[in-house]
């Protein structure tokens, strides 16, 4: 049964910081990993799909890397914003289909 | 292009009452999926629709829940009758075959 775990559950930092969020999964058999932005009482923003043979994607100040063998991803955001602010999901997809989720990281970007 | 679409943004019922939550993908998205998140945990998933088919309903907690999808097209959930562990944000997705989930904002069911 596949497990996704996020680390930190909490983020704070200041305005400007770069900052990595990282991503567990236990069965590396995936067809994608997604990472997912929510924002209080909305739907999930799909921010960046990384397919199982590629390393890395990247969109603006986000990178978000995979490497499947160890069941790992990080999404690196660049000069962080207040409006970054919000949870961030990570999300494998296996060969069901389905999406299976992290807790998510809660992350608040101060002035 | 209308995103995902679903209907009501928020419920609040007694136990025991039925309740219809309602989705609409997006326009020609065969793949429809339903998830739900209880306080404090990690979004599951529920079930997944193939046009009107039920492809996986392994992720559905119990004979309460059942779902449809006539035509293909629009998907209902229906909880009947609702318990207070049912509370929760219910989501719903579509998407083209092997392509990117797009996501409704959710629905928050409250069971009091």
């Known amino acids: 049964k596949q497990e996704v775990t996020q680390i930190p559950a909490a983020l704070s930092v200041p305005e400007g910081e770069n900052l990595v969020l990282n991503c567990s999964f236990t069965?590396?058999?995936?067809?994608?990993l997604q990472w997912f932005r929510q924002d209080p009482g909305k739907g999930l923003t799909s921010l960046l799909l990384?397919?199982?043979?590629?390393r890395e994607q990247t969109s603006g100040r986000l990178n978000a890397s995979l490497d499947k063998s160890s069941g790992r991803s990080t999404l690196y955001i660049a000069a962080s914003q207040p409006g970054d602010s919000a949870t961030y999901l990570c999300?494998?997809?296996?060969?069901?289909?389905?999406?299976?989720f992290g807790t998510g990281t809660r992350l608040q970007v101060t002035l | 292009e209308a995103g995902v679409t679903q209907f009501p943004s928020h419920s609040v019922i007694e136990k025991g009452q039925t309740v219809t939550l309602r989705c609409d993908p997006i326009?020609?998205?065969?793949?429809l999926y339903w998830y739900r998140r209880v306080m404090g945990k990690e979004i599951k998933f529920l079930l997944h629709?193939?046009?009107?088919?039920?492809?996986?309903e392994s992720g559905m907690p119990n004979n309460r829940f059942l779902a449809e999808r006539t035509g293909g097209t629009y998907s209902t959930l229906k909880v009947q009758p609702a318990e207070l562990e049912d509370s929760g944000v219910y989501f719903c997705?579509?998407?083209?075959?092997?392509?990117?989930?797009?996501f409704g904002q959710g629905t928050r069911l409250t069971v009091v």
């Open positions: 997705a579509s998407s083209h075959r092997g392509g990117v989930a797009f």
């Open positions: 069965d590396s058999a995936i067809y994608n």
């Open positions: 999300a494998v997809t296996g060969t069901a289909s389905k999406l299976t």
């Open positions: 326009s020609g998205h065969d793949n």
């Open positions: 990384i397919q199982s043979s590629q």
């Open positions: 629709f193939v046009k009107e088919s039920k492809q996986d």
